[in-house]
C-alpha cells in the first residue's frame, strides 16, 4: 500500500512540472531593409541632377542608390517633406 502511494505522489509530482507555465519566446519584429538590388552612391550624371532640379524646385538630396540595371533611387527631401524617386541615368522618372 504504501508503494502505490508513494509511486502515485511520483507520478502526481511529475504531472504537475508540465502543467506548470510554460515560458514563451518572444518574437521581436526585424526591421530588414532590402534596397532591391541597389548600392549606395556618392554621385549621380548630371542628367538627373537637372532633372531633379526642374521636376521638385529646392529639392534636397539625401541618399542615392544604383542598381545593376543603372536606374538611380534618391531620397530626397522637399521643404518638410521628404520622397524617394527614381529615375534613368539619362534623368527620365521611373514609376516604382
Known amino acids: 500500500m504504501k508503494k502505490l502511494l508513494l509511486s502515485a505522489a511520483i507520478v502526481l509530482g511529475s504531472l504537475s512540472s508540465y502543467a506548470g507555465e510554460v515560458p514563451t519566446e518572444q518574437v521581436q519584429n526585424q526591421l530588414s531593409v532590402f534596397q532591391e538590388g541597389y548600392i549606395e552612391v556618392e554621385t549621380v550624371p548630371d542628367a538627373v541632377k537637372k532633372a ?45
Open 52 to 96: 531633379l532640379e526642374t521636376a521638385y524646385p529646392g529639392a534636397v538630396l539625401g541618399k542615392a542608390y544604383i542598381n545593376e540595371k543603372k536606374e538611380y533611387k534618391l531620397e530626397i527631401t522637399v521643404k518638410d517633406q521628404k520622397a524617394t524617386v527614381y529615375a534613368d541615368a539619362a534623368g527620365n522618372w521611373i514609376n516604382k
